[in-house]
């Protein structure tokens, strides 16, 4: 082999290995993200049912209710639109009425949110990022957690 | 007092730092010793004054002084001891100022240890290291300073509880010997580039520095894992977090380095590429810094949301990152291009094992920074989860992972794919065995798994075999093979271990994502349920309490066909301060894998909500991360490798069979 052969042997390898990832990074763009989304865009934006999405907010004030077995319903709420979700397992340590939760799932045929992973993170202020921000875009928002506690968990 | 010789001990090492910055680069230019001369004291220097800084801050939190902003906020008297220590580094500005208590050490190391390098290298090295120092040590002066006094508080505040785990009092320090390791490798590359001269001694040079950071960065990210796999609850050990990509893709380009240095020491070859990636290991470390602290993510990790600091970081970032590709596009392509190798060699190898760790960087890369990206852009945000980096560095590993084994069998210059082949037929059969045993035991489940199982059989045994090969485990006479594992260079160990550590990890991961099972279950007490051949029985629950938080605690009592097997108290707190619920699991850990416990919520009717996982062989994860860094210390030890000891490596063992 030539120097010429060698180095077109490895640059071949290297350009097949790039294209080969650019093709990955691609498809798994296009298939594998998920959106979040507020009860409001969720509305606005009539997500199908069955499409995959994260659902942030606040846990509507009264709206926990405690099924059979480890059945919960609760809503999730932007104080403009609200939807109901309902999930089935343990909540977070942190999961509570008034606090911002993001739920994982995906809506059915009623506009009803079937829920199989939620998120609260480990701090009494805490409020999930894109929550604060969509709720702060939406006006909606108080800065009641500040300056009592910047240790995020 | 203490507080405050602390904070002028830091502004102190500042102005040590630009000495030692601006006096030996100038010096190395004009070649003037006297001035090259002044790097060593300054790096010790440098270091008992952030030593002395770093100790302060300890004493102030171990004595709890709350007039101290940081202590007040992040301690408690109530805590146990290794938590006001760990706590001097469980926040935003403590944890900096760790980050460049680890860089002085390292700088002082090469000050000691660097002896025999070329003066005017030594000297830019230093300067260079110097050069990071500073930027880092105004970062925290100007804008986290530790020692900020506010009035004395009656009481502090306290850590946050899910950090008050012996994992993560050392995850931290590990992992930033890590980042910072690499910074060596980076002053390195960036004072050949200024030296204009690059050779194989450079590579020995940088080698064990590089192999000890990995090495912290191995232990710190197993750690991490490890805390998140028993204290979140979630039975999961990695979550693609972006904080943990962060720390994952320092690692990756380090293990890349580690090869093409490899190639670089025996053959001289991709020099221009291992200088591109020693900079690039430690730019993806600053990256890591940056996108944890800054509060670009909120997570764990994000401490304090202080835009100011962000824009510090990134200015720090662009500046070295950037100065450095700059002097790289300028300077590289003046060096002299190295040896000749066939595609199909050792060499060889090493680069297809560089093309797939940094493409697969890449993609982490691209997964982690893409949410940013789209949000600053559209304003769409979004989430990229397991599902995106399962798809795409997780297929870009599968060759890497089968080419493994034939590394080490190939000979440099030109080797014989043929006759490495037929020496890895003993892990081709093994591999194959074990696809038809776990297809035979555990038909249930996704049909890849087996397959994932023989890749890593294959990795296990082909990394055993070439070392049994080597000392002739199979064919020579006992008492020569004992003679033939201690003649063998312990690189050479250490290579066979690392690798194995590779095959073990992996194994871990495909059977406990592959099996593993997991059941919500909600119990009454006296009530029993069943979970991969274990029975468990719930007891009850009873409040209990700690040294600074309440519990509930449930008790199981798990049998294995009739037999008792053990008892479990997963347990529900409440933490004094901060006021803070955690969950605690219980794992039994046995050979086969962990049974794992989670209590939940308390039911209406007197029940408890109940989470069981059975993790299949999930240990092996972290056992193959030690195994790992174990093969990294070995290497380490090696004499041809001692940090310091170059010069000394003049092949000692003539036989062809060592030339590792």
Redesign the interface.
């Given at each position: 082999?030539t120097?010429k052969q060698?180095r077109a042997?490895?640059i071949l390898?290297?350009v097949s290995?790039?294209a080969?990832?650019v093709f990955?990074?691609a498809?798994?763009?296009r298939?594998?993200?998920?959106?979040?989304?507020t009860p409001r865009e969720v509305v606005e934006r009539a997500i199908p049912p069955g499409k995959r999405i994260?659902l942030g907010g606040l846990v509507a004030e009264g709206s926990l209710k405690?099924g059979t077995?480890?059945q919960v319903e609760f809503a999730i709420t932007d104080k403009t639109k609200t939807i109901t979700v309902s999930y089935?397992?343990?909540?977070p340590?942190?999961f509570r009425e008034g606090q911002g939760v993001v739920a994982e799932g995906k809506l059915d045929a009623a506009g009803h949110f079937l829920a199989d992973v939620v998120l609260a993170?480990?701090?009494?202020n805490y409020m999930?990022?894109?929550v604060a921000?969509?709720l702060k875009a939406q006006g909606v928002w108080k800065d009641a957690g500040k300056g009592k506690?910047?240790?995020?968990? | 007092m203490i507080v405050e010789l602390g904070h002028f001990s830091l502004v102190l090492a500042l102005a040590v730092a630009l000495v030692q910055m601006a006096l030996p680069a100038w010096g190395a230019r004009r070649g003037d010793r006297q001035l090259m001369a002044v790097a060593e004291p300054a790096a010790l220097v440098q270091l008992s004054l952030v030593l002395f800084a770093f100790l302060a801050l300890m004493h102030a939190y171990i004595t709890s002084d709350f007039s101290v902003e940081t202590v007040w906020?992040?301690s408690h008297t109530a805590k146990p001891l290794i938590y006001k220590i760990s706590g001097v580094w469980g926040?935003h500005e403590g944890s900096m100022l760790l980050w460049v208590l680890i860089l002085a050490l390292f700088g002082a190391a090469v000050a000691l240890f660097g002896t025999n390098l070329p003066a005017s290298l030594r000297a830019t090295v230093l300067a260079v290291q110097a050069g990071i120092a500073v930027a880092f040590l105004l970062f925290i002066v100007l804008t986290s300073n530790p020692f900020v006094r506010i009035p004395p508080q009656p009481q502090g505040?306290g850590l946050?509880p899910?950090l008050q785990d012996p994992a993560l009092a050392f995850h931290p320090p590990f992992l930033y010997a890590g980042y910072v390791g690499l910074s060596i490798a980076f002053s390195f590359a960036v004072a050949a580039l200024i030296e204009g001269r690059i050779d194989a001694a450079w590579a020995r040079w940088v080698r064990p520095w590089t192999l000890a950071a990995w090495m912290c960065l191995t232990l710190g990210i197993a750690m991490g894992s490890w805390w998140a796999y028993y204290e979140l609850g979630w039975g999961g050990w990695w979550f693609w977090d972006p904080v943990e990509n962060a720390s994952f893709m320092p690692w990756l380009a380090a293990t890349a380095l580690l090869h093409s240095a490899l190639v670089m020491e025996k053959r001289e070859a991709l020099k221009v590429w291992t200088i591109l990636l020693a900079i690039l290991a430690f730019s993806l470390s600053l990256m890591g810094t940056f996108l944890v602290r800054s509060g670009v993510l909120?997570?764990?990790h994000?401490?304090?949301?202080?835009p100011k600091r962000g824009i510090f970081i990134l200015t720090i970032l662009v500046v070295l990152i950037g100065g450095a590709l700059a002097l790289y596009a300028w300077r590289a392509p003046q060096l002299q291009p190295g040896g000749?190798?066939?595609?199909i060699s050792r060499e060889?190898a090493l680069?297809?094992n560089n093309?797939?760790l940094t493409?697969?960087c890449?993609?982490v890369l691209?997964?982690t920074l893409?949410?940013l990206l789209l949000e600053s852009i559209t304003g769409?945000?979004?989430?990229?989860?397991p599902?995106?980096f399962n798809?795409?560095f997780g297929?870009?590993m599968l060759p890497l992972l089968a080419a493994m084994p034939f590394g080490p069998y190939l000979g440099w210059k030109r080797g014989d794919l043929a006759a490495a082949a037929q020496r890895l037929f003993a892990a081709a059969i093994a591999a194959l065995l074990a696809v038809v045993t776990t297809f035979a035991i555990m038909w249930r489940g996704p049909w890849l798994a087996p397959f994932g199982i023989a890749l890593a059989v294959w990795i296990i045994v082909g990394a055993a075999s070439e070392w049994a090969t080597r000392v002739q485990l199979l064919t020579g006479q006992a008492g020569r093979v004992w003679h033939r594992a201690r003649g063998l260079p312990r690189s050479a160990h250490g290579t066979m271990l690392a690798h194995l550590g590779i095959g073990l990890t992996l194994l871990g991961i495909v059977a406990t994502s592959a099996w593993q099972s997991e059941r919500?279950?909600?119990m009454r007490p006296g009530e029993s349920t069943e979970i991969a051949g274990y029975v468990l029985t719930f007891r009850g629950v009873a409040p209990a309490q700690g040294p600074n938080y309440q519990e509930q605690v449930g008790l199981f009592a798990v049998t294995s066909s009739g037999s008792p097997v053990t008892e479990l108290s997963p347990s529900?707190r409440l933490y004094d301060a901060?006021?803070?619920?955690?969950?605690e699991a219980a794992i039994h850990a046995a050979i086969a894998g962990d049974l794992y416990v989670?209590l939940?919520?308390e039911?209406?009717d007197g029940g408890w909500?109940v989470?069981l996982y059975f993790n299949p062989l999930v240990r092996l994860i972290w056992i193959g991360a030690v195994v790992m860094a174990l093969g990294g210390g070995l290497s380490l030890s090696d004499r041809r490798l001692r940090v310091g000891a170059p010069r000394r490596a003049r092949r000692a063992i003539p036989s062809s069979l060592f030339t590792e």
């Open positions: 082999m120097r060698r042997a490895f390898l290297t290995v790039l080969l990832a990955l990074v498809i798994a763009l298939d594998t993200i998920v959106f979040f989304l994260r405690r077995g480890m089935i397992g343990i909540l340590d942190l993170k480990h701090d009494e999930p990022p894109e921000k969509a506690r910047d240790v995020q968990p | 906020a992040n926040n505040r946050n899910i909120t997570s764990v994000a401490f304090a949301v202080d000749l190798f066939a595609p060889g680069v297809l093309v797939l493409t697969g890449a993609t691209v997964g893409y949410p769409a945000k979004i989430s990229v989860g599902p995106y798809l795409t297929l870009l919500v279950v909600a529900k901060p006021r803070q619920a955690t969950t989670v939940g919520d039911l209406k909500v989470r």
